[in-house]
């Protein structure tokens, strides 16, 4: 349950959703009776470009301390529905980007051995991978819909590291992580730096949609729902999906994308799905405008926490 407005003004603290908050990093029998577990992954080591999405989570939380509890879609009190926490954010070291993928797969598999979903609040792309790692261990291979201006299946051949935000699609695919023809990636438009970028996905079996190709979200959400079926599915959204109008404070921004709406009706439209957990990432607070990119993102999660409270269990 969320906690009443006057409680949250009063204590001064500002968890997400005015929600109670544990802290218990990898402490699974804490979260034990907890059905979602919202955590903050302020960690940017992985931007290639504009960093700054670590302190996203923080603001985040400020701006959703006003959203209401009940959906006015799909008419239920989510937050009464759903037992759900603030479960701080993960300490991360910044200098160790591979430490901080251990911590953070460890920290989510504490989520899912309590048998709660994870509901990621990034931080840059990077943090996904290590988020799919312990899925899948939970569930096996995943079905995922991703929304991204970018494929994210890119090499470590530019860096000289295999490992950053531009890469998590790449590892998730080659390390078994998901379902064999359960990749959508929709939004998908900035140029490519060879014609065979798409390749892996395809070859895979994944689907890619531009926002061009998207002609109706809730004939698109149809289709997905049955093609994942009841396979376990994450969603990820990189809010750089959404065109720079929307959500002008992300590290990338590429030009005509998605609109909230159609990510929103999209999301809306996964009902009865079995979503396992969510990430809503590249938020990067010193780039935003009148905090429209981390409303758009709190809105966003409370989309996903909504399907949550919807499946029950
Ligand atoms: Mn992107
Ligand atoms: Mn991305």
Redesign the pocket.
Known sequence: MQQPAFAYVRHGQTPFFRLPTRDVGVDAEAYRGIQAVLLGVPYDGGCTHHPGARFAPYHVRRVSATTQSFHPSHRIDVFQALRCVDGGNAALPPFAPAMAREILQQEIGAITSARARPFVVGGD?SITLPVLRALAEAHGPLAVLHI???L?TSTGELWGDAFHHGTPFRHAIEEGLLARDALVQVGIRAPWGTPEEDALVKGYGGRILSPFELQDPRTLARELRGHFGGRPLYVSI?V??IDPSFAPGTG?PVPCGLTPREVTSLLRGLAGCRLVGMDVV?VCPALDHADLTSLLAAHLIFEGLALAALAGE
């Open positions: 792309h991204d201006a970018h994210d990189d750089d999906g990338t590249e």
